[in-house]
């Protein structure tokens, strides 16, 4: 089915030639007060008079919004109800506030194409009569870079879903150079790639951005020191094979908690608080899981007694629970780093003690959010009363730790052809 969108004017003539040569199935045309009583007339001419057609007045002909908003009101109703239909929105006659809004309207409809009556000038006052004929275009070029614009914004703000959507569609426009759609194609292997990295699936992240390594240098070097982070801490995890990682394990073993704290400042540029406190209280509790584990093989999630220091397997065997199964949250991990003070040089333990009234400010913000035990949303004040006191944390656990980093803490790019940023607070 082809449907003509057409503006109409003081000239019926435009008109006349536009549903001449495009041969519609149904016509709709846009058109002010005074002009819907020469519809009937313009059928007549071009004998289409039994063919469906309907109109939509436009009050204010002269203002461009109202122009916009009424084109594109119909469009869309017309592209939701002939998903399938070929349209074609003819901003010829009319006001330019009318052709403006139309066209501007088309190139916002997916599939639309633009319509123009033009013919042979011989001054710059109208073509020349008989010479008229119906041009039609995809406005290819200004769809794309109103596209690459929304997309880039996309980037900017992390929403890649968003981003994916645009791009899946934008790689469907016909007749794109094949230079642009080998870059539209990288930007959207980049999307779903930190789609996946955002929601820590590091497989699919790694599978899709590893062979971007050369364009994405820092970025595809900190993931893979997320990579075997995570399999140093993960045993199940461990077991993956992943193609083209280094042999040998990389870097410190630490980094699953930088990554952690990105993703948090991630959801922080979206405003969304309560889950940047919940991501900060985790890493702050995988920081003590890792220390436990890397340092000691000691597992928080099922505390073997025989490899505490004798002094203190009696006061961990009370908290064993019905299966004989010892766990250990944050704080209790925390407080066992700074009892092994007494017994040796726990740096991160010493850490804590110098830290526990921030934590406990730190928590209790945490415990009043909504995804945590309380009702209360975190504010904007609250979070960067949070974050402050984690930034330090961290910052000060990796400085007296002494770790050496592999790769440095790379955030994700807000320009898909850029390659992140070192981001440290």
């Known amino acids: 089915m082809r449907i003509l969108v057409i503006t109409v004017g003081g000239s019926s003539q435009p008109v006349i030639t536009s549903i001449t040569q495009s041969k519609p199935d149904r016509i709709y045309f846009l058109c002010s007060q ?4 020469e519809l009937d007339g313009i059928c007549n001419k071009v004998k289409v ?4 057609y309907e109109s939509e007045i436009i009050n204010g002909i002269d203002d461009l919004n109202e122009c916009y908003a009424c084109s594109l009101k119909l469009l869309d109703s017309l592209r939701n109800e002939f998903p399938d239909a070929e349209i074609i929105a003819d901003y010829t006659g009319g006001t330019k506030s009318m052709g403006a809004g139309l066209a501007a309207a088309a190139l916002d409809v997916k599939g639309t194409r633009l319509g123009l009556v033009t013919g042979s000038r011989f001054d710059l006052k109208q073509v020349t009569d008989g010479t008229q004929s119906l041009r039609t275009s995809q406005a290819v070029g200004i769809q794309l870079e109103r596209r690459l614009q929304t997309i880039c ?7 890649y879903p968003t981003a994916i959507s645009w791009l899946e569609e934008t790689l469907q426009l016909p007749d ?25 699936d590091h497989t699919s992240a790694w599978n899709l951005l590893h ?7 820092k970025l595809v070097m900190f993931l893979e020191v997320v990579v075997w982070s995570r399999k140093k801490l993960d045993p199940d995890f461990a077991k993956q094979e992943l193609p083209r990682l280094s042999a040998s394990p990389k870097g410190h073993g630490y ?3 930088e990554d952690l704290f990105l993703n948090a400042q991630r959801c922080a ?10 991501r900060l209280y985790r890493a702050l509790e995988l920081l003590a899981q890792a220390r436990l584990r890397l340092e000691y093989s000691i597992d928080t999630g099922n505390l073997s007694l025989k490899l505490l220091p004798q002094e203190l397997q009696g006061e961990y065997r009370k908290l064993a629970d019905s299966k004989g199964k010892i766990k250990l949250p944050l704080t209790p991990a925390f407080e066992l780093l700074a009892k092994l003070t007494d017994f040796c040089t726990e740096p991160l333990g010493t850490l804590y003690k110098q830290y526990q009234g921030q934590l406990r400010n730190f928590l209790s913000i945490r415990n009043q959010s909504l995804l945590a035990h309380g009702l209360t949303p975190v504010e904007s004040e609250d979070y960067h009363k949070a974050n402050l006191f984690f930034v330090s944390l961290m910052n000060g656990a990796f400085e007296a730790l002494n770790l050496k980093p592999y790769a440095l803490r790379t955030q994700f790019p807000t320009d898909p052809e850029g390659d992140g940023s070192c981001h440290t607070s």
Not at 178 to 194: G, P
Not at 211 to 217: E, F, P
């Open 34 to 37: 005074q002009s819907i009583g």
């Open 269 to 278: 540029a979206q405003h969304r608080f309560d889950d940047v406190v919940a």
């Open 211 to 217: 062979n971007y390594r050369a364009r994405y240098t």
């Open 176 to 200: 794109v150079d094949s230079e642009k759609t080998v870059m539209l194609q990288r930007w959207l292997t980049l999307a779903r790639a930190l789609d996946n990295w955002d929601k820590f």
């Open 153 to 159: 914004n996309c980037f900017k703000t992390f929403d």
């Open 255 to 257: 980094e699953v908690i």
């Open 49 to 52: 008079a039994d063919m469906p």
